[in-house]
């Protein structure tokens, strides 16, 4: 317990996350996050809608009305709140284009027992990125599985998959969606 209480105390101080009186974990913005996902984009929409969501824009939509969005980035615990790990949420940002193609996963927070060598090593998130929302997400074929984090790997995978075809369902044309 001591390391969650260390590991939680990194996290909230770099401001990504608080804890509130039920001692629940609160994802906050996730602005020095988004140009990971969207390295190109020239700005991002604040964190609301139905579902809560960040739209990245290739240009500024300050400057140039009418600009599009270039993709969707969003927490799958904010679109998946019932999907719990072994020992909880694990807390992932993940990024979209309008295609339906990851951009990219990074996985913020998570206090499961064997997430040092399953969720957050960078190859688990690594291989999100590229994968069309169509894909099947199932640990074992085209999601690597790890032995001894099974529930965590498994959790994992269905909070992005689930999310990722939420965001999709309510943003995307289903004919533009590889």
């Known amino acids: ?21 039920q001692k629940r974990i609160i994802t906050n913005d996730a602005g020095p996050l988004l140009k990971q996902l969207f390295p190109q984009a020239a700005a991002f929409s604040p ?18 009305s009418g600009a599009r969005p270039i993709g969707f ?3 799958t ?13 694990i807390h992932m940002l993940v990024g979209m284009d309008t295609t339906g193609v990851l951009t990219g996963v990074i996985v913020n ?19 999100f990125k ?8 199932r640990v074992g074929d085209d999601v690597h599985a790890v032995s001894r984090a099974t529930i965590s790997i498994s959790s994992a995978t ?12 309510a943003f995307l044309d289903p004919a533009s969606v590889k």
């Open 1 to 21: 317990m001591k390391h969650f209480a260390v590991a939680l105390a990194l996290v909230t101080s770099a401001g990504l996350m608080t804890v509130d009186a």
């Open 73 to 75: 980035v969003f927490w």
């Open 109 to 127: 927070f998570n206090s499961e027992p064997y997430g040092y060598f399953s969720v957050e090593p960078a190859q688990f998130a690594a291989q």
């Open 77 to 89: 615990t904010d679109l998946t709140p019932n999907e719990y790990a072994y020992h909880g949420h």
């Open 158 to 169: 269905r909070a992005i998959r689930d999310s990722s075809r939420a965001i999709a369902r």
């Open 130 to 137: 590229g994968k069309s929302i169509r894909a099947p997400f």
């Open 47 to 64: 964190h609301a809608g139905t579902p809560l969501h960040y739209k990245a824009y290739g240009v500024d939509p300050k400057t140039h």
